[in-house]
């Protein structure tokens, strides 16, 4: 069976400091990777997603950036801090390439980030 | 453009009583929608999704969910309430973009279940 897993589960940052938010995904092949950020009291908001190793589309333009080194890997990184940055970082993946909106999405534990 | 629209922010039931969820949707296709549910500080979990099959959708914990195309709505049902069911629920519609598919998310309702 599938699994997800992120790391670290929370994180408190000072502004201005480095990001790095590691996503793996188990028991599946080249799979659609894609990473979210739920603010307080919003819903959540697609920030990257990516159909295979080195690509990256981006939704939004923003202080993020994200990478894809390995087939079942998605890192999530800032060069530098921002207090706006704070949120819950979810991770999720679905089924590579079958080409339908109905595709379920599976998402991993999520990252708690406050930056300070 | 697609959008979610949840009605309520927040929803109280006692245990063992109804529970309805509200979602409207605007899609300018055929949408596939899905609701999400989250516990406190957990990731999402599926609960069903309508993929142009069945109207009445059946999913996890006794949940189910009608579509209704002349009222773009998806409202999520469960005939009775359990203390478990606590938790924030997403709507949430879909459109594949031939790079995956794009989930656009409702604000979420917050279900309290009270005894």
């Known amino acids: 069976s599938q699994t997800i897993h992120q790391w670290p589960a929370t994180l408190v940052q000072p502004v201005g400091s480095p990001l790095s938010l590691e996503c793996t995904v188990e028991?599946?092949?080249?799979?659609?990777l894609y990473w979210y950020r739920q603010a307080a009291g919003r819903g959540l908001q697609l920030l990257f997603y990516?159909?295979?190793?080195?690509?990256i589309s981006s939704e939004v333009p923003q202080n993020l950036s994200a990478s894809r080194p390995q087939d079942r890997q998605f890192i999530l990184s800032s060069k530098k801090l921002l207090l706006s940055d704070s949120g819950f970082y979810l991770c999720?993946?679905?089924?590579?390439?079958?080409?339908?909106?109905?595709?379920?999405?599976?998402f991993g534990p999520g990252t708690r980030l406050t930056v300070l | 453009a697609q959008s979610v629209t949840q009605l309520d922010s927040h929803v109280s039931v006692s245990e063992g009583t109804p529970v309805l969820l509200r979602c409207n949707y605007s899609s300018s296709y055929s949408p596939s929608l899905f609701w999400y549910v989250q516990h406190p500080n957990k990731g999402l979990q599926l609960l069903l999704k309508y993929t142009s099959a069945a109207t009445l959708v059946k999913g996890i914990n006794g949940f189910e969910a009608e579509f209704k195309k002349s009222e773009t709505s998806f409202h999520l049902t469960k005939p009775s309430a359990h203390m478990s069911d606590a938790a924030e629920y997403f709507c949430?519609?879909?459109?594949?973009?031939?790079?995956?598919?794009?989930?656009?998310f409702g604000t979420g309702t917050q279900l309290k279940v009270e005894l």
């Open positions: 990516s159909v295979g190793i080195g690509q």
């Open positions: 028991g599946t092949s080249n799979p659609n």
């Open positions: 999720a993946w679905s089924v590579p390439d079958s080409g339908r909106a109905a595709d379920t999405q599976y």
């Open positions: 949430v519609v879909s459109e594949y973009t031939g790079g995956g598919n794009k989930l656009t």
